[in-house]
């Protein structure tokens, strides 16, 4: 295995370990893991189709995450909308989403092997990686504030 593939797996268990299993997560302890995520799929090698798994095992994740993380609803923007159609993000949902593309990724390394693994995860970057970089964002505005929100309103303690 390279060292590519075992960062990207042991990844997915780190985040994994955050969202789901982690006493007390905190919001800052979600975007370390979700950054360290990016910069190891960044990392990956693409992997290669070898066979086709059928009926991956699934779960119900909203309500065990919704429990653990107090994420909203936010505003999301296309960046190549210049109309500026409004979108809105749930960061709950962008958490069951990442979640879940992690367990596939391990599902598929123990059933298929690491190509199939790779590969199934590059396939659907789009869609994942998608609502990762936009939960940093929104993390982010959390964090630091943002023309239209005050962090320093908030509750102290939060991130």
Known sequence: MTTGEERIFQCARDVLWVILEQPSPTLKDLAEVLDRLAVAYADAPAGEFTDNATERP?????????????LGLYVDADPMDFDFTEL????????????GQMQDLLWIRDELGADD????????????????????RYLHVLRYGSASYDVAARAAGSF
């Open 117 to 136: 693994a790779l590969y199934h995860l590059h396939l659907l970057a789009f869609h994942w990686m998608g609502h990762l970089r936009s939960l940093s």
């Open 58 to 70: 699934s779960q119900e994740l909203r309500e065990p995450i919704a429990a653990r993380f107090s």
């Open 88 to 99: 809105v993000g749930d960061g709950i949902d962008d958490l069951v989403d990442i979640a």
